[in-house]
Structures are given as structure tokens and as C-alpha cells.
């Protein structure tokens, strides 16, 4: 999620920035002659995350269609030059819908018809994800993790013990600049209500945010990070990305995490203006919306479906940690991308000086 990148560089990449080579049988788009609408080009970030798609996804795509996948893993700032450049070497996105958003006001788009997207008729997906260059595939969230042996026997159920030194003592971490502040946590630690966050009172934030700065020791920058300091003990409780602690506590560490309060996100698909190959981006975006699919990915990798009969596949052990179970989404609260997109360029300055001090 290299999103602090790419905010660092919309608006300043010009043509010029260096893409990935093609070798000399390649097209402009990538593809050697002869594959023509045969290959599709996909985006994303790699990792598990791309091993669990092309397990749950890619795969059995090409199994269906004769539609091969290829896999990139180019950077925004990548991404944007080669759009501006008229020749993108990829035909679907796999990003944030923050950054989906920010590619829709860059013009680096396709406008999606949702026509052909036949499993997004009636199918329950969140209005927030159905935006019009870009459709939600999978939730992740933020949430509040800390160690079970911590505070004699009591678990913080909130932000507002998070924020409670005395009746919860101990050091304290939260996200650095890998992702928007975590504004919204020291909102509900005031007692803000989760329907009441937006537009965020942001002087109020950082009010709440001084009366714990002594305890914050880290600011974390990596998805590991946070189980890396509890399971040593360097802090009591840290937000995380839900998920990352799972295999800790499968290994019998006694750490724990709340969803009251999660911030929720999602990523989602996008067509990149100038696409080689946008019948195929359609039907694989299609595809991986099916109920049947949505559940097979979050078994291999911990984002919640964000289409609801997915669940209807999927046994309670593991929907109870994705972030889009029916109570998780009640708990929980979805951040506000547009306000985030017109105030976090700021905030974030501010939240930069407020962590040095």
C-alpha cells in the first residue's frame, strides 16, 4: 500500500518518469504479437496478496475464459507516466479506492459501465464502493490491538481505554505515515460518536492526541510492525491492519484485537485510461465479484467481501476476521476518502509536526 507515495507525487510526475522496460518483441502495451485480447495485464501489489489472487482469482479465470494473466507491480507515479504517455502496460488496476478516487480526478480513467458488470446488479455492495471509475472488490481496516497479559486480566473494548493510561498503563503505538493519520481514533476516545466523525474536528483531534503523546514510543510503518512490538513487549497496545496479528496468535502469543472502532478502507478495481485490453478487464472484474470467488479470496488473504453473499460461502471461524462480517460493519465506520483527499495534505503536515515533538 504505497499510497504516501503516490500522494507525494500526483500532479508532479511527468512524462518523463521511467517505466519498465519492453523487450524488443514486445508491443507498446506489453505484449508480444499474436497474444492480442488473449492477455490481460493486471496491477497489483504483490506479496500474498497477489499469490492469494492468482490462486483464488487468475486462475481459475483463465480456467474459464483461455484468458491469460500476467501480473505487474509498477509504482503510481509508474502508473500515471505511462497513462500521460498514451500507453499503459497494464489493462485493470488493482489499488486503493482512495487512490482509484485519485486516479478519476488525475482523468487517468476509464469511466466504468456498470452494464457489464452483471454481479454488481442487486448484489448488496456498498453505494460508497460503486463510484464511477472504480468498484470496491475487498475491505481491510484499522483496529486496536494490544497484548493479553498487559492490564491484569481487563481488555481495552475501545478507543477510549486506548487512550486511558491509568485504568490501561503501558506504552503506546500508533501508524506513522505509511496511511492517513489516525485522526478518527482520538475523535471516538473523546466520545465522538462514529456517525459524527465527518467532517473531522481536527483541532479537537489533536487535543486528544497531546494528552497521550508521552506513552506513544513508535510510530509504525509497516504491517508487521505493530505485532512485532507487542510480541516483544516494547508497547501495550497498538492500532494495526487487521489481520497481520492472526498467525501470532495461532502461535499462542497473547496478543488480541477489538473491532469496535475499526476504520475500515477497501481496494478496488479501476480500467486505466488508454487500456489494450478492456473486454477482458471487464470480465475479470466481473468475475472476481461473483459470491463464490469474493469468499475464496478472503480464505487465502484477510479482506473482508464486500459482496455480502460471499459470506453464505465462508465458515464463521473465518468470517469472524474479515472486516466486512455484518457486526464488524456496525462496530466499525468507513473513512471518508474526499474529505481525506481535500484536507490530508495538511493534516498530515500538522500530524508530522505534532509526532516530532
Same mark, same amino acid.
Given at each position: 500500500?504505497? @499510497? ?14 521511467? $517505466? ?7 508491443? @507498446? ?18 506479496? /500474498? ?9 487468475? %486462475?481459475?479465470? $483463465? ?25 499503459? !502496460? ?7 479506492? /482512495? ?8 482523468? +487517468? ?18 453505494? /460508497? ?28 473494548? *475501545?478507543?477510549?481505554?486506548?487512550? *486511558? ?13 505509511? #496511511? &492517513? ?13 462514529? %456517525? ?49 496479528? !492472526?498467525?501470532?496468535?495461532? %502461535? ?28 477482458? +478487464? ?41 472486516? /466486512? ?10 473513512? #471518508?476518502?474526499?474529505? &481525506? ?9 500538522? &500530524? ?6
Amino acid at each position: 500500500m504505497d @499510497r504516501r507515495a503516490f500522494l507525494a507525487g500526483v500532479g508532479g510526475v511527468t512524462a518523463g518518469v521511467a $517505466t519498465a522496460p519492453l523487450t524488443a518483441c514486445d508491443t @507498446r502495451t506489453g505484449r508480444r504479437a499474436g497474444e492480442g485480447g488473449r492477455l490481460l495485464v493486471v496491477r497489483n501489489f504483490g506479496g /500474498s496478496y497477489g499469490e492469494a489472487n492468482r490462486e483464488a482469482v487468475y %486462475d481459475p479465470f $483463465t480456467k474459464e475464459t483461455g484468458i491469460r494473466v500476467r501480473v505487474v507491480n509498477f509504482g503510481h507515479d509508474q502508473m500515471l507516466a505511462q497513462i500521460r504517455e498514451g500507453r499503459p !502496460q497494464f489493462d485493470v488496476m488493482d489499488i486503493d479506492m /482512495s487512490n482509484l478516487v485519485l486516479f478519476e480526478h488525475e482523468g +487517468a480513467s476509464e469511466p466504468l459501465d456498470y452494464g457489464r458488470l452483471k454481479n454488481t446488479r442487486n448484489a448488496g455492495i456498498a453505494q /460508497s464502493l460503486l463510484t464511477p471509475n472504480g468498484v470496491g472488490k475487498s475491505y481491510w481496516a484499522s483496529v486496536l490491538a494490544y497484548r493479553t497479559d498487559a492490564f491484569d486480566g481487563r481488555r481495552p473494548e *475501545s478507543w477510549a481505554d486506548f487512550w *486511558s493510561l491509568t485504568a490501561f498503563p503501558g506504552r503506546r503505538a500508533l501508524q506513522g505515515e505509511v #496511511d &492517513w493519520p489516525e485522526l478518527e481514533f482520538a475523535l471516538l476516545a473523546d466520545g465522538v460518536p462514529l %456517525d459524527g466523525l465527518y467532517p473531522l474536528d481536527v483541532d479537537r483531534a489533536f487535543k486528544v492526541l497531546d494528552e497521550i503523546r508521552g506513552s506513544v514510543r513508535t510510530f509504525w510503518e509497516y504491517g508487521a510492525e505493530p505485532g512485532d512490538l507487542l510480541s516483544r513487549g516494547s508497547v501495550m497496545a497498538s492500532s494495526t491492519w487487521a489481520g497481520r496479528l !492472526q498467525h501470532l496468535i495461532d %502461535d499462542g502469543v497473547p496478543l488480541a484485537y477489538e473491532w469496535n472502532g475499526a476504520r475500515r478502507q477497501s481496494n478496488g478495481y479501476g480500467i486505466p485510461k488508454g487500456s489494450a485490453n478492456p473486454d477482458a +478487464a471487464y470480465r475479470l472484474i466481473d468475475f472476481a465479484l461473483r459470491p463464490e470467488v469474493q469468499a475464496h479470496m478472503a480464505r487465502l488473504y484477510p479482506d473482508g467481501p464486500v459482496v455480502p453473499a460471499a459470506y453464505g460461502y465462508l465458515t464463521e471461524s473465518t468470517a469472524v476476521h474479515l472486516a /466486512s462480517t455484518p457486526g464488524h460493519l456496525l462496530s466499525g465506520f468507513d473513512l #471518508d476518502i474526499e474529505w &481525506w483527499l481535500e484536507n490530508g495534505e495538511a493534516v498530515t503536515r500538522r &500530524w508530522q509536526e505534532w509526532a516530532r515533538t
